[in-house]
Structures are given as C-alpha cells and as structure tokens.
C-alpha cells in the first residue's frame, strides 16, 4: 500500500455503466483532482501545477486487457478509453486512478468501478472503420469532436442508430510519429456501427475508377468527403466496411511448417507445486545390490573351494607315480646342489652324478641330505670311499 501522505485522502468509489459494444471514454479531469491538493505556501499558481495519473485494476499492476489511457502532457487530462465486448459483461471492475502532483509530489486516490452492461441492440451490425489523418487520438476522444464526427457520419449514412465502436491511433497500427512541423497529427482509425446497410456514398470508394486512383496513391473522389472536410482530413482508401452478418469466421489452415520448427505439443503444463519425493529403490538395487550380491555369490564359491576342496601335497604326492615323484626329487636336489657348487667349490662330488636307484636290485636309494655330512670338513678323497663303499658301481673289472 502507499505510504500515507498529507495530499492523500479516500473518496466514494464513482460507477460508471457503459455498453458492450459501445464505445468507453472517462476523462480524468485535473480540475477535479486540483482541489485535493492542498495550496503549497510557497506556490505561485496552484493551477498550472504538473499531474499525472496512474490507472490500474485494483490489486493488479495494470489495466484491465480493453481499457486504454493516454495523456498527453502533464498539463492536460488523461483519457480512460476503450471498447467493452459481451466477455467483459459480469462483475464490476475496480479501477484505482491515483493522481501525482508533480510540484508538490502529492497524491490523490479515487476507485473508478466500471459495470458493463450487456445490451440486445449492441453491436450494431453494420461497421465502418475510418481513418481519419488530422487528429490525434486524446483529440478524437473529446465528446465535441466526436459527436461532430458521428454527426457527419449521420449526415452521409442516415441511420436510426449509430455509435462509436473503437478509437485507435495510427501508431498502434504501425503509423510513424509525424515530424513536429505543419501541426501534422498521429492520424486515428474510428469504428462506427449503424444499423441499416452502408450508403452509396460510403461505396463509392469500391468503385474500379477509385480502386485505381487509390492504388496509384491519388485521392479517391467521394462524393460526400465534403461532409467530413472542413473538419476531418479523411482517407477514404482506408475505409474497411463490415456487415458483421455476412462475416464468415475463417479457419486458416496452418501450412507445413517445414524441418526446424518443433511439434505443436499442444498447452504448456507447468509441474506441480508440491513434488513428490522421487523413490530412488529401484537404482540403489541396480547400482549397489546387484554388484553386491554377485561379488558375495563369487566369495562363497571361492572360499569353499579355497577351503573346503584343498587336497595338499599327500593326496597330490599318491596320485602322482613314483618314478615321476623321484624325478622331481632328484632335478630339484641336482638344483640345489648345483646352487651349493657355485657357492662353496669344494664340493667334488655331485650328488646328482650318483645313481638314484640300485642298479641291482632296483630299489631307490634314498636321498642323502647334503646337510647330514660336513662336505667342506671331510677329505675329498675319503668321501668319495665312503661313497663307493656304499653303492657298487657296476663297473668292468679286467679282472674278471
Ligand atoms: C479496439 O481496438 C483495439 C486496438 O486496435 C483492439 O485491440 C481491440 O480489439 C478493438 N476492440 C474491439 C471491440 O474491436
């Protein structure tokens, strides 16, 4: 809300009743809001003091989507204006007009409560839109003008009933700011409906000889634009004629929109506001239980076979044949003393160089641990005695 300010004071909300289909205009007069503004000391002349307005539906920041203002200087009125249809007929609308003193920065609030009534007779069916060059739109809305325009309108239509539709200024409809010379204006299209079918004079400019003239950018001749002349500048080439009977609705087919343009998908829903909590049981299974359960799966078959199945050298030793186990023994001793020899030398006699079996009897010799004996303390030739005395060495004796 505002901030509360000396200038501000509350008013009885004003009602206003307008047509569908009939033009709107309110003038926020400066007269009116001059008096709610309490004389400044130091002021000269409180009436030329600067206002300016702000319109906006209540407890919205803008006017409702058919209401239009304009004001042109600080020093002149505002205009609410604009056309009321059968869609905006129902509950009352509550404009806040809030008035500025520019000077003294004061402010003035009054509620403007618009009722739109539906009526049978509006709109009227037959429309015609002019567009008038000399005159700017705050202008076309002064009740004067206007009613000397739908006069003149009168004049060369002879309705029973006519009445303003729309007011709409030329810059809305792609029309340029004129150059600040010659007093030139913005132009304003002005919408008229009546009730009986559009006079010959209206016609005229449908005419091939003015369908000519008007595509050559000359002045269509019309009769009756003396009518308008002395005080509206008219183009006629810009009249659009409506019987709103006769108005077919158009259904345009849309053209192939071609690659790079994406697929109607019909209205945008926006997600909900209150979320649901996204339930995440179904990845942790993929992502953590599933890997956990095959790797516990391999650890209990891994560990029964490490466990429970190891068979150990015995069982390996009986399966193995022993000729096969004694030749293993014999290469891994051969090894072994052959690592001996290259550390200490003095070994003379390889054990590898002696028979493994009895080549008698057969029987297997059983291995003589290098370690039992001191090889380095016993006499080479001693040793090799012994050894002899040991095992007969088959040997061809000349002898016999
Ligand atoms: C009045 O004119 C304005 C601006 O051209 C347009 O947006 C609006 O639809 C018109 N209203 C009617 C009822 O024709």
């Not at 466990?307 to 891994?332: A, F, W, Y």
Request: proline letters at 9%; charged letters at 20%; aromatic letters at 10%.
């Amino acid at each position: 809300e505002w901030p509360p300010t000396e200038g501000e004071k509350s008013h009885a909300d004003h009602n206003v009743y307008p047509s569908a289909g009939v033009l709107f205009v309110h003038v926020l007069e400066r007269e009116y809001f001059k008096g709610e503004f309490p004389p400044y000391p130091k002021s000269g002349d409180a009436s030329s003091d600067p206002i300016t307005f702000n319109t906006n539906l209540m407890g919205y920041p803008d006017r409702p989507g058919w209401l239009r203002y304009i004001q042109r200087t600080q020093h002149s009125d505002g205009v609410l204006y604009g056309s009321p249809t059968a869609e905006h007929v129902g509950k009352p609308s509550v404009i806040e007009i809030t008035a500025y003193n520019r000077r003294t920065f004061e402010t003035a609030r009054r509620n403007l409560v618009i009722n739109i009534m539906a009526t049978e007779e509006f709109p009227l069916p037959y429309q015609a839109e002019f567009y008038i060059k000399n005159m700017n739109v705050e202008e076309m809305l002064a009740s004067e003008v206007l009613g000397d325009f739908l006069g003149a309108v009168k004049n060369v239509w002879q309705p029973e009933r006519l009445n303003a539709i729309n007011i709409t200024s030329a810059l809305d409809r792609g029309g340029r700011v004129p150059l600040p010379i010659n007093n030139l204006k913005e132009g304003v299209y002005v919408m008229v409906g009546a009730d009986v079918a559009f006079s010959s004079c209206l016609r005229e400019v449908e005419s091939p000889h003015n369908q000519l003239r008007c595509s050559q950018e000359m002045e269509p001749v019309i009769s009756c634009d003396k009518k308008f002349r002395a005080q509206f500048h008219i183009d006629w080439c810009k009249i659009s004629l409506v019987d709103i009977n006769k108005v077919v609705p158009v259904y345009i087919t849309r053209p192939d929109p071609g690659t790079g343009i994406l697929p109607e998908f019909g209205e945008y829903s926006p997600p909900s506001e209150s979320l649901m909590g996204r339930n995440y049981f179904s990845d942790f299974l993929i992502t953590l239980a599933v890997p956990s359960a095959v790797a516990l799966v391999l650890f209990f078959i891994l560990g029964y076979t490490m466990c429970c199945r190891r068979e150990g050298v015995e069982k390996r030793n009986m399966q193995t044949p022993d000729i096969e186990l004694v030749h293993h023994s014999s290469i891994q001793k051969s090894t072994k003393e052959l690592r001996n020899m290259s550390k200490n030398r003095e070994i003379s006699w390889p054990l590898s160089t002696l028979p493994v079996f009895n080549p008698v009897s057969g029987e297997v010799v059983p291995p003589i641990h290098p370690d039992n004996y001191e090889t380095t303390s016993m006499p080479l030739m001693q040793t090799q005695t012994n050894l002899q005395n040991q095992i007969t060495i088959p040997q061809q004796r000349p002898s016999g």
